[in-house]
């Protein structure tokens, strides 16, 4: 089984800036994507920003200039350095890791249970 643990949620004021980390634990034998994404109230789910195991990054459009993914590979960590946070950014950010859990197994997608990120003016 593979456990992804968010955690640096909580309530900033707009402008300022947070640091999400979130933890791949269990029975991994490697892991390729990772990423981040979100859902606001009565809206999808949308992609923040996603990562390879080589370091290739992608991102939604909204965070673009804003948002920083990036990974540490040894820790199964990846985390998200998000500045200059708008309103519009509160949201329940959830992790993601496409995780192979056998050498000659099939690769899963597996979900963090998410962590609240509040933005006030």
């Known amino acids: 089984q593979v456990q992804l643990v968010e955690s640096g949620g909580g309530l900033v004021q707009a402008g300022g800036s947070l640091r999400l980390s979130c933890a791949a634990s269990?029975?991994?034998?490697?892991?390729?994507?990772m990423g981040w994404f979100r859902q606001a109230p009565g809206k999808q789910r949308e992609l923040v920003a996603g990562?390879?195991?080589?370091?290739?990054?992608n991102y939604g459009d909204v965070v673009k200039g804003r948002f920083t993914v990036s990974r540490d590979n040894a820790k199964n960590t990846v985390y998200l350095q998000m500045n200059s946070l708008k309103p519009d950014d509160t949201a329940v950010y959830y992790c993601?890791?496409?995780?192979?859990?056998?050498?000659?197994?099939?690769?899963?997608?597996?979900w963090g249970k998410g962590t609240l990120v509040t933005v006030y003016l």
């Open positions: 993601t890791a496409a995780v192979k859990t056998q050498r000659w197994g099939a690769q899963r997608d597996y």
């Open positions: 269990g029975s991994i034998f490697s892991i390729s994507g």
């Open positions: 990562i390879t195991a080589g370091g290739t990054t």
